[in-house]
Antibody, heavy 122, light 105 residues
Framework: EVQLVESGGGLVQPGGSLRLSCAAS????????MTWVRQAPGKGLEWVAN????????YYVDSVKGRFTISRDNAENSLYLRMDSLRAEDTAVYYC???????????????WGQGTLVTVSS | IQLTQSPSSLSASVGDRVTITCRAS??????LNWYQQKPGKAPKVLIY???NLQSGVPSRFSGSGSGTEFTLTISSLQPEDFATYHC????????FGQGTKVEIK
């Protein structure tokens, strides 16, 4: 059974840092692109960052570029999101998710974690 | 690339046919996915690459479109379908639509 379990969320002051982790199991983690998607309270979904299977390509939404860093450890079946210089507008539930890719189907998200809440407030 | 869903919300009855539209600000080929989300839960993929039904998703859900205009259709709304639906483009630097909430009439 595919499982993605996020951890590391919590309350942090503006300007602070946090590191989110996502433990993957039940599938070949190193074979998939992975992504972080967030959802502010009562709002829609926002893509945050993607990382290729071997970590050689990383992409970010403009609003987090230079502040957030996505990484992975394939030996530990883990995905990470380092978040620095946090702002109030980064407050959201952060989801870790798996992204199959093929030339025919392109990208989509087929499994999501349960999410971890990050609250940025003084 | 911006995605605009319409309507933002709708009220419908069990058995109704429901159509949700997602328009892209530029052509995205068929790189458009649809997700269903229930309160307090993670989203679940329904349709990928515009018209491909994800395994395990009921056949009353269907998707169509290409370029800039896409639709998600629920042929006969069931009680478990009351939820929020999101479209997503993966043509370049992914974005999501603002969501469409389907409520009970």
């Amino acid at each position: 059974e595919v499982q993605l379990v996020e951890s590391g969320g919590g309350l942090v002051q503006p300007g602070g840092s946090l590191r989110l982790s996502c433990a993957a199991s039940g599938f070949s983690f190193s074979a998939y692109w992975m992504t972080w998607v967030r959802q502010a309270p009562g709002k829609g979904l926002e893509w945050v960052a993607n990382i290729k299977q071997d970590g050689s390509e990383k992409y970010y939404v403009d609003s987090v570029k230079g502040r957030f860093t996505i990484s992975r450890d394939n030996a530990e079946n883990s995905l990470y999101l380092r978040m620095d210089s946090l702002r109030a507008e980064d407050t959201a539930v952060y989801y870790c998710a798996r992204c199959p890719y093929s030339i025919l189907t392109h990208y989509y998200i087929d499994f999501w974690g349960q999410g971890t809440l990050v609250t940025v407030s003084s | 690339i911006q995605l605009t869903q319409s309507p933002s919300s709708l009220s419908a009855s069990v058995g109704d046919r429901v159509t949700i539209t997602c328009r892209a600000s530029q052509s995205i080929n068929t790189y458009l996915n649809w997700y269903q989300q229930k309160p307090g839960k993670a989203p679940k993929v329904l349709i990928y690459t515009a018209s491909n039904l994800q395994s395990g998703v009921p056949s009353r859900f269907s998707g169509s479109g290409s370029g800039t205009e896409f639709t998600l259709t629920i042929s006969s709304l069931q009680p478990e379908d009351f939820a929020t639906y999101h479209c997503q483009q993966t043509y370049t630097f992914w974005t999501f639509g603002q969501g469409t909430k389907v409520e009970i009439k």
